[in-house]
């Protein structure tokens, strides 16, 4: 088992980020000042967990965030369906696949070694076409706009190109 010092002299990979950002605004936003601080935390958890990554398009199962927040696991799936319901995330039970839907929208790929590592993200999630398009279309919406990298701004026509749908 690594040590802590062991753990800190591991060299950093360049497309696994140590932070990931979180707007100022997020207590200013309407939605959020209306939430019960409880979930305001899942929020957050959801967020910063180590679970996430750059696109906000992870497998959280809910019995990890349960484990980490203390809560009963029915506790996490009413706040991820009351998160679901305010349009924050997307979640589906059968595959434990969440989606952050501004995740985009603040942080996006800045390289190309970023964007590869996006795609073969994308890849080793569970078959999820539902999920898979909605992150295409938020992509979409969140990457194309001036001013952004090119890596960002690429980044919706790589993953049609990448995630066709499936011909019968």
Not at 100 to 113: E, T
Request: charged share 30%; glycine share 2%.
């Amino acid at each position: 088992m690594p040590d802590d010092a062991e753990e800190e002299r591991k060299p950093l990979r360049a497309d696994v980020p140590r932070y990931y950002r979180v707007a100022t605004r997020f207590h200013d936003d309407e939605k959020v000042r209306a939430w019960p601080d409880w979930i305001k935390l899942l929020s957050l958890y959801v967020l910063t967990t180590k679970h996430r990554n750059l696109e906000g398009f992870f497998v959280l199962p809910p019995y990890y965030a349960a484990a980490d927040l203390g809560w009963p696991r029915s506790r996490v799936l009413n706040g991820l369906r009351i998160l679901e319901a305010d349009a924050f995330l997307s979640f589906d039970s059968a595959t434990n696949l969440l989606l952050i839907r501004n995740a985009l929208r603040y942080q996006q790929p800045d390289s190309k070694n970023v964007q590869k590592a996006v795609i073969s993200r994308i890849r080793s999630l569970p078959e999820n076409q539902k999920l898979l398009q909605e992150f295409i279309d938020l992509a979409t919406e969140h990457c194309r706009k001036t001013g952004l990298s090119p890596w960002a701004q690429g980044l919706p026509e790589l993953l049609r190109k990448e995630f066709r749908p499936k011909k019968p």
